[in-house]
C-alpha cells in the first residue's frame, strides 16, 4: 500500500484473481470508521479517495480474499 497525502489517494495492487476485498480506515482516538469496498476490476491497481477522512492519524486496513485464503496488510497513515 502507499498513500500519496498530498492528493489524498491510498493506492495498492491486488491480483487480478481477487474476488472480494475492502479497506476499512479506523481511528484510535474517536472510534470512527469508515469503510470502503473493492470491486475487481481487470486491472491489478487500485485506488482509494482520502478526501473524505478528518485530519489525524489513522489505520488502513486492507482486506481481500481470492476465495480460498484471506489476507490482511495495515498501514498507518496521516491525513492533513
Do not use: C
Not at 500519496?4 to 491480483?15: M, N
Amino acid at each position: 500500500m502507499t498513500f500519496e497525502p498530498s492528493s489524498h489517494l491510498l493506492a495498492f495492487v491486488l491480483p487480478v484473481s481477487f474476488r472480494k476485498g475492502d479497506v476499512i480506515f479506523s481511528t484510535a482516538t474517536t472510534d470512527e470508521e469508515v469503510r470502503v469496498a473493492i470491486t475487481p476490476t481487470d486491472h491489478p491497481r487500485h485506488v482509494v479517495s482520502t478526501a473524505q477522512l478528518s485530519r489525524g492519524r489513522w489505520r488502513a486496513r486492507l482486506n481481500w480474499s481470492d476465495g480460498r485464503q484471506q489476507y490482511l496488510e495495515e498501514k498507518e497513515i496521516f491525513v492533513d
